[in-house]
Each structure stands twice: as structure tokens, then as C-alpha cells.
């Protein structure tokens, strides 16, 4: 599979974005999902994730309940809603996919994942 993310850019302390990644080929609903960032000068973190179905999501402590992970199997879509961000948000955000059976419990680590998107760019403006 081959995963495009789009819709970062710069955004002021408090506001939101919503980032995209599509993914191409086939077997899309074979994957669970994740989100990971990467700030200048650090490791790659993971976000958040989401199983196959959808029906099981996790976040990391440092966004939840301020960031919602979604996707459309149909439109082969994984969807990243940010609000309330804060400077410490901004670095490139990668979707990834992790091919797992139903039952697989979410991966938050980058060696779990198989495929990658190239990563877009937020930034949060104090």
C-alpha cells in the first residue's frame, strides 16, 4: 500500500487542523492505522491509531482528548483531527500502516508498521 498525507500548515496556539492520507492499492481494511510525528532534533512519536474496523482507537497521552483519529475503508481515507494545539505539536506528521489480523492489539511503535507515507509539516505559532 502506498499512503499520501496532506494538510498540514501553520496554525496559531489554540486552533485546529485536519490532516489526510489516502492510501493506494489494495486490502486497505487489512491494515490497522497509525499516526506518528517527528520535531526537529527528535525521535519519531507515535499519535494515535485505529484497527481495521475502526472500532478500536488509542492515543498517546500528550493528545488525547484533544486530537481524533478516523478513517473511510470505502475512500481508503485515515483522517487526523488536531484542536486546542499547542507550539510542542509542530513537526512532520506521518500516517503508517501495520497489517494485522482483527484481533491484533494497535501498534505504537515505528517497527510494527509496514508502510509509510512521506509526512507533512505542522506548525504551531505561539
Known amino acids: 500500500v502506498q499512503l499520501q498525507a496532506s494538510g498540514g500548515g501553520l496554525v496559531q496556539a489554540g486552533g485546529s487542523l485536519a490532516l489526510s492520507c489516502a492510501a493506494s492499492?489494495?486490502?486497505?481494511?487489512?491494515?490497522?492505522m497509525g499516526w506518528f510525528r517527528q520535531a526537529p532534533g527528535k525521535e519519531r512519536e507515535y499519535v494515535a491509531a485505529?484497527?481495521?474496523?475502526?472500532?478500536?482507537?488509542n492515543y498517546s497521552a500528550s493528545v488525547k482528548g484533544r486530537f481524533t483519529i478516523s478513517r473511510d475503508n470505502g475512500k481508503k481515507m485515515v483522517y487526523l483531527a488536531m484542536n486546542n494545539l499547542k507550539p510542542e505539536d509542530s513537526a512532520v506528521y506521518y500516517c503508517?500502516?501495520?497489517?494485522?489480523?482483527?484481533?491484533?492489539?494497535?501498534?505504537?511503535?515505528?517497527?510494527?508498521?509496514?508502510?509509510w507515507g512521506q509526512g507533512t509539516l505542522v506548525t504551531v505559532s505561539s
Open positions: 503508517a500502516a501495520d497489517w494485522a489480523i482483527l484481533s491484533a492489539p494497535l501498534a505504537d511503535t515505528e517497527s510494527q508498521y509496514d508502510y
Open positions: 492499492g489494495r486490502s486497505f481494511d487489512r491494515y490497522h
Open positions: 485505529i484497527s481495521r474496523s475502526g472500532s478500536r482507537i
